[in-house]
């Protein structure tokens, strides 16, 4: 892979690692959706453990376009570089989610409230011995679980380290993955126990999880397209270095009043500094300066322009929940 | 969420999951939710039937074809006797829906679209309707032009007009056809010494309606089914035989 322009060298060793990771988990997931698929019968929990595989597909397929099409540099078309075209990915992904997850989540609650009973019968995959298709069901489920649950391990701490929001997505996708296959398990387990209603009990709770799955990752991908201020990767506060960048200009002596606003690009962050310079000696030398002393904090400060400005205009304090 | 956590309660749910498909394994899985198989052992299996020659036949009221033969074998296998029910199949189908029957049988193929009410077993036979010709003439490089006498009414005359370049003929019982090329159901053709031109028009997969979800009345059934489906030819022919 080439050497990417936004990246220092050890971050560019782990995101190695990252794509490799997940051509692995777009591989695996390929083949537990034909297993799956293969052994769906009439199980509702089957169903949705099967959509649920399907959609864990587009976390990685998103990081791998997005580690492939940040690499390349804005041009005269699009001035501004391609890091939308993640968020656009995954909002897209995060509206099949959340309509999905409704539609499952319908039809097994009315399911259950036909008090419909799931038929499961015999298979014969192997030759002439006919097995009942619940067993096969069940190997299936295995298999589309414990590998993520290694996966979603492996994953988290590369998205740490790389900032990296979809990667962090996809470590919880395949936490979501395996806890659906569990309780597709359980389902199926109730169903060759005669519980009837197990299978679409399980169904309903996947459900539950993959609309909210959807609703979380429709919220952050809309944030994202709105510019809202960076987050930490996990999404739990803001992320601190706006005001870091504001702190280290408000420091220099030729500074009165400075604001920076940022905005994400994928996993690099871009935006404005506003400075009211106490003099104009030299002004355009000390943006210089300053911005690239800025620009060498953090690796994932990637674009920076320092407008100087009479007067700073602040934006007002967000409401609640904004 | 972190890591640690979460492979923490992956551990023993997994273990839970794989000790109850142990247990499972041991004691009969999987069961009725409402106990269909235990009640028709050793009792009577309610059979729901609609005449479809040759799988079923009421001639004189009296249930009889291949389909009657394997329930009523079947029901003796699990000791018990068989109380028939005649009727439509929506009639049949509705009666199953609310375990009123434990079985429909009726000439039933796997692309019925009883599926939401009824749990359907596999296919025990399969049948297809080809064109044929007597035996005494070759077979045909093509049908195309040629004049095929098929049963009126059938699905097969309409995929002999719509879908092949031959002259539908329709009549009335193809079986009395001679020295003419037919569309008749593939078993047949050694019975009434015709020669496949291999052209087929279409194929059945036949099966058996059983309650929904009732698993292990279903999978005892399709036992039954995958252990005797070697009989229906001779099931066949002497159900053709007693016409």
């Known amino acids: ?322 | 969420m972190n890591p640690t956590r979460s492979s923490r309660r992956a551990g023993p749910l997994l273990a839970a999951v794989a000790l109850l498909a142990v247990l499972a394994a041991g004691c009969g899985i999987p069961r009725d939710p409402e106990s269909t198989l235990d009640r028709v052992r050793g009792g009577t299996l309610r059979a729901g039937i609609t005449a479809s020659e040759p799988w079923t036949t009421l001639e004189g009221g009296r249930p009889g074809g291949v389909e009657v033969e394997l329930v009523e074998r079947f029901a003796t296998e699990l000791g018990a006797g068989v109380e028939w029910v005649d009727g439509s199949e929506a009639d049949l189908m509705a009666a199953l829906e609310v375990r009123e029957l434990d079985l429909v049988v009726g000439g039933l193929t796997a692309d019925t679209p009883w599926q939401a009410k009824a749990a359907i077993t596999r296919s025990y036979a399969t049948t297809r309707v080809v064109v044929a010709v007597p035996s005494s003439q070759p077979a045909p490089d093509d049908i195309a032009g040629l004049r095929v006498a098929v049963e009126a009414g059938t699905d097969a005359a309409g995929i002999l007009e719509d879908k092949t370049d031959a002259i539908p003929v329709r009549v009335a019982d193809v079986t009395q056809v001679r020295g003419s090329a037919v569309a008749i159901e593939e078993w047949l053709l050694a019975d009434l010494d015709l020669r496949d031109t291999g052209v087929h028009l279409s194929k059945s997969k036949h099966v058996m309606a059983t309650p929904m979800g009732e698993n292990a009345f279903l999978v005892r059934l399709e036992r039954f089914l995958i252990a005797n489906q070697g009989e229906v030819p001779a099931l066949l022919d002497k159900a053709e035989a007693g016409r």
Not at chain 1, 68 to 73: A, G, L, S, T, Y
Request: proline residues 6%; contains cysteine; aromatic residues 10%.
């Open chain 1, 1 to 322: 892979m080439a050497e990417h322009h936004e990246m220092p060298p050890d971050k560019h060793q782990k995101l190695v690692k990252a794509v490799r990771l997940e051509w692995i988990s777009i591989l695996y997931l390929l083949s537990a959706i034909v297993l799956l698929y293969f052994t769906l019968g009439s199980s509702q929990a089957m169903k949705a453990a099967w959509v649920e595989d399907i959609l864990g597909l587009t976390p990685p397929i998103a990081f791998l376009v997005a580690s492939r099409v940040r690499n390349r540099k804005p041009n005269d078309r699009f001035p501004y570089g391609y890091h939308r075209a993640t968020a656009i990915a995954y909002l897209c992904a995060a509206v099949a989610l959340l309509a999905l997850g409704a539609f499952i989540l319908y039809d097994s609650v009315s399911k259950l409230l036909k008090f419909e009973h799931a038929p499961i019968d015999l298979v014969k995959p192997f030759g002439d011995r006919p097995i009942w298709l619940g067993w096969l069901m069940l190997a299936a489920l295995a298999y589309s679980a414990v590998p993520q649950v290694f996966l979603g391990r492996l994953k988290q701490p590369l998205a740490r380290e790389l900032n990296d929001k979809v990667l962090y997505a996809d470590s919880e996708m395949n936490r979501a993955d395996w806890m659906t296959a569990g309780a597709a398990m359980l389902g199926v387990v109730g169903i060759g126990f005669g519980l009837w209603w197990a299978d679409s009990v399980a169904a309903s709770v996947i459900s539950v999880d993959i609309v909210r799955d959807g609703w979380k990752n429709l919220r952050v991908a809309v944030d994202d397209l709105m510019d809202k201020e960076p987050t930490v990767v996990d999404d739990s506060r803001a992320d601190p270095l706006p005001l870091w960048v504001k702190n280290e200009l408000m420091l220099m002596d030729w500074v009165k009043d400075a604001e920076v606003r940022l905005r994400e690009g994928g996993h690099v962050f871009l935006g404005e500094a506003f400075v009211v310079p106490v003099d104009n000696e030299d002004l355009v030398g000390r943006i210089d300066r300053a911005n690239q002393h800025l620009l060498d904090l953090d690796w994932r400060l990637h674009e920076l322009v320092i407008t100087p400005v009479p007067e700073i205009q602040r934006p007002e304090p967000a409401g609640e929940g904004g």
